[in-house]
């Protein structure tokens, strides 16, 4: 069985950065693309970041791009968001996903099958 675990989350000043991190249970984990989203008060949730199995490829939102990156780490089931020069708008629960045995398009959320509970950024101005 599956379950993720996200940590890292917390308030931060505007221009400030945090570093998520979250843990996987279970098998597979190193042939699985895992993505992060987000959700903001009153919004639907949406991608953030994704890095394919291996590492090697990864794809960010525009909102997000130069101020996130995502990493991973095979060997203790990990993947890592590092998020810099954060903004008021970046305030929001996100979630780790890992991918399910479907294919799809790694923006949408129907293209994981496991969700973690989430970890909420509040980011002040």
């Known amino acids: 069985q599956v379950q993720l675990v996200e940590s890292g989350g917390g308030l931060v000043q505007a221009g400030g950065s945090l570093r998520l991190s979250c843990v996987s249970s279970?098998?597979?984990?190193?042939?699985?693309?895992m993505g992060w989203f987000r959700q903001a008060p009153g919004k639907e949730r949406e991608f953030v970041a994704v890095?394919?199995?291996?590492?090697?490829?990864?794809y960010y939102a525009d909102s997000v791009k130069g101020r996130f990156t995502i990493s991973r780490d095979n060997a203790k089931s990990t993947v890592n968001l590092q998020m810099n020069s954060l903004k008021p708008e970046d305030t929001a629960v996100y979630y780790c996903?890992?991918?399910?045995?479907?294919?799809?398009?790694?923006?949408?959320?129907?293209?994981?099958?496991?969700w973690g509970q989430g970890t909420q950024v509040t980011v002040s101005s």
């Open positions: 279970g098998r597979s984990f190193s042939t699985r693309d």
């Open positions: 996903a890992r991918q399910g045995t479907s294919y799809g398009a790694y923006d949408q959320e129907n293209y994981y099958a496991y």
């Open positions: 890095i394919r199995w291996s590492g090697s490829t990864t």
